[in-house]
């Protein structure tokens, strides 16, 4: 989706972390207000909404809106599993270069530290048993993709580590991110952490993790307005797409999908945005597991196919390094509650571009991609400039 | 299965896998396109690939070839596989086109990727009529003896 006339006006987000404690609403409550006051509107200027969750009954999101006023605003639920939040985004960017409204919100919120719990006690009932898809977790299922590369080109554990260990000394440098190392993270200490599932261990996989993230989109000409004073970032393509049947096709389980997914979707917002992967200052991706980060730095079209490991011995997505990649600690430090993570990769896009990163800030970012992947099965790409 | 049950087994969804008499090979239940020929692990109605409408079921495997693995340690649903230290996780490309993931059967050492691997049946527990759950997994085939 070409988009033409959209800003992003405003984002905000709490802390990634165990927020056991804290209820959803209020969780929801302090990203959204916080979106707002960045944004400098009021919700009441907020034409239509757009929640994302993946925890959680029918209407939480109609019910969570509600901490915000009741203002008489659509208000449209979005599910698709770890894209949820990007998805959201491009329905809120949507709904503003359609016309529908001047100023639209898009909020992602979840407490992944409940749906561990329901799950444990379903566990213990002996329920969440009679489901063929559910008998392998996603470890394992991005751990076999992992296994397979290391046979075809050869990938060391070495190479997924110290992706891994980047991503931690990036979280460092970000005051929201969940894990944020008081030492240097080294390639040792990775691979020195428990095994989850051959080759990847504990700490080359993102943490549970609690939050919520929000952004407020508008018509161009309005940002311009209110923000008079501030670089201007706009929404120049967002392209989402399901898998396409390809032969060894895997229908069973939380599957990775076939990688032309990721391949097939960049190309599509690269193409509307009128850019290539070569303009790109900073981007984001679906860093779940550290091999996946390897795999996204060839279908990203950052480096070709056969060189991401090249790529990471070179340091290449590395802060300071030529295209600098998770930059706020993606998914593996900065947390991933699934439905706010997408709203969370816009949030440091939008400081990225606006130059305000601070310790962490890629200079001169004019460019930012945010890419996810949802239960395998679909793949969200969104692409960002500072005007 | 070292040993024929002694209970009835029953699937842990019905619609994926046959269960066999105490000596046969365990089969996957599949489709086959009637138009395009393109063969599909579970059935289904609608080819996923020319989209024609109508398949024929086909009884699928029970060989195969190991595409990749791994060495899991997280529990696996419906079991406590995990505290025995580990389990298998593999993809096995099936001759009539069909990638199936499924649990493995075996040691760690067991493995490695382009193995000739057969299917096999594990017993995940017992329901509340005192029947034993089952799912299909794979296991490296035995010399001499397909299952």
């Given at each position: 989706m070409k988009l033409e006339g959209v800003?992003?006006?405003?984002?905000?987000?709490?802390?990634?972390?165990?927020?056991?404690?804290?209820?959803?609403?209020?969780?929801?409550?302090?990203?959204?207000?916080?979106?707002?006051?960045?944004?400098g509107l009021s919700f009441r200027e907020v034409g239509e909404a757009f929640v994302?969750?993946?925890?959680?009954?029918?209407?939480?999101?109609?019910?969570?809106?509600?901490?915000?006023?009741?203002?008489?605003?659509?208000?449209t639920h979005v599910e698709n599993a770890s894209a949820t939040g990007?998805?959201?985004?491009?329905?809120?960017?949507?709904?503003?270069?359609?016309?529908?409204?001047?100023?639209?919100?898009?909020?992602?919120?979840?407490?992944m530290t409940d749906m561990m719990d329901a799950a444990k006690g379903a566990a213990s009932r002996g329920v969440g048993r009679d489901q063929i898809d559910s008998v392998i977790l996603p470890a394992a299922y991005f751990a076999l993709w992992a296994t397979r590369r290391m046979h075809e080109r050869g990938?060391?554990?070495?190479?997924?580590?110290?992706?891994?260990?980047?991503?931690?000394?990036?979280?460092?440098?970000?005051?929201?991110?969940?894990?944020?190392?008081?030492?240097?993270?080294?390639?040792?200490?990775?691979?020195?952490?428990?095994?989850?599932?051959?080759?990847?261990?504990?700490?080359?996989?993102?943490?549970?993790?609690?939050?919520?993230?929000?952004?407020?989109?508008?018509?161009?000409?309005?940002?311009?307005?209110?923000?008079?004073?501030?670089?201007?970032?706009?929404?120049?393509s967002s392209a989402l797409q399901s898998e396409r049947y390809t032969p060894g096709h895997t229908f069973v389980g939380p599957v990775v999908g076939p990688s032309s997914m990721t391949r097939d979707t960049a190309r599509e917002a690269y193409e509307q945005a009128g850019l290539g992967p070569s303009e790109v200052s900073v981007a984001?991706?679906?860093?779940?597991?550290?091999?996946?980060?390897?795999?996204?730095?060839?279908?990203?079209?950052?480096?070709a196919?056969?060189?991401?490991?090249?790529?990471?011995?070179?340091?290449?997505?590395?802060l300071g390094g030529r295209l600098p990649m998770n930059p706020d600690?993606?998914?593996?430090?900065?947390?991933?509650?699934?439905?706010?993570?997408g709203l969370a990769q816009i949030h440091e896009l939008a400081l990225q571009l606006r130059g305000e990163a601070e310790r962490r800030q890629v200079p001169g970012a004019r460019v930012g991609l945010a890419h996810l992947v949802g239960g395998g099965s679909v793949c969200c790409v969104n692409i960002l400039c500072r005007e | 299965m070292s040993a024929p049950a002694p209970r009835p087994r029953v699937p842990i969804e019905p619609g994926f896998f046959t269960i066999p008499e105490a000596g046969e090979a365990p089969r996957l239940l599949g489709s086959r396109c009637r138009s395009c020929r393109e063969v599909f692990f579970p059935r289904r109605v609608v080819c996923a690939r020319c989209l024609a409408h109508g398949t024929e079921d086909v009884l699928l495997g029970p060989h195969g070839t190991l595409y990749t693995w791994t060495w899991t340690h997280l529990p696996l649903f419906g079991s406590r596989r995990s505290d025995?230290?580990?389990?298998?996780?593999?993809?096995?490309?099936?001759?009539?086109?069909?990638?199936?993931?499924?649990?493995?059967?075996?040691?760690?050492?067991?493995?490695?990727?382009?193995?000739?691997?057969?299917?096999?049946?594990?017993?995940?527990?017992?329901?509340?009529?005192?029947q034993q759950v089952v799912i299909f997994r794979f296991r490296p085939q035995s010399d001499g003896h397909p299952a």
């Open positions: 800003a992003l006006l405003g984002v905000g987000m709490t802390r990634f972390a165990s927020h056991r404690a804290r209820p959803l609403a209020e969780l929801a409550r302090e990203a959204g207000l916080a979106a707002l006051a960045d944004a994302g969750y993946v925890h959680g009954g029918a209407m939480t999101g109609v019910k969570i809106m509600k901490e915000f006023g009741l203002t008489g605003l659509p208000v990007l998805v959201a985004f491009r329905e809120a960017a949507a709904a503003v270069a359609a016309g529908r409204c001047d100023v639209a919100m898009a909020l992602g919120f979840d407490k990938t060391r554990p070495e190479h997924l580590a110290r992706i891994a260990a980047k991503n931690w000394n990036h979280g460092a440098l970000n005051p929201l991110s969940h894990r944020q190392p008081e030492h240097r993270v080294t390639v040792e200490e990775v691979l020195a952490s428990p095994m989850v599932s051959e080759p990847l261990t504990a700490m080359m996989t993102c943490p549970v993790s609690d939050g919520a993230a929000c952004a407020i989109l508008a018509r161009s000409d309005l940002a311009r307005r209110v923000q008079s004073g501030r670089p201007l970032v706009t929404v120049r984001l991706c679906h860093d779940a597991f550290a091999n996946e980060e390897l795999e996204y730095y060839e279908l990203l079209g950052f480096c196919e056969g060189e991401g490991e090249k790529w990471v011995e070179e340091g290449s997505a590395e600690g993606g998914l593996i430090a900065r947390g991933h509650p699934a439905g706010p993570t | 025995a230290g580990g389990y298998g996780v593999g993809q096995v490309d099936l001759p009539e086109g069909p990638r199936v993931q499924a649990v493995l059967a075996g040691p760690r050492e067991a493995f490695s990727i382009g193995m000739p691997m057969e299917l096999d049946l594990e017993v995940l527990g017992e329901n509340r009529d005192g």
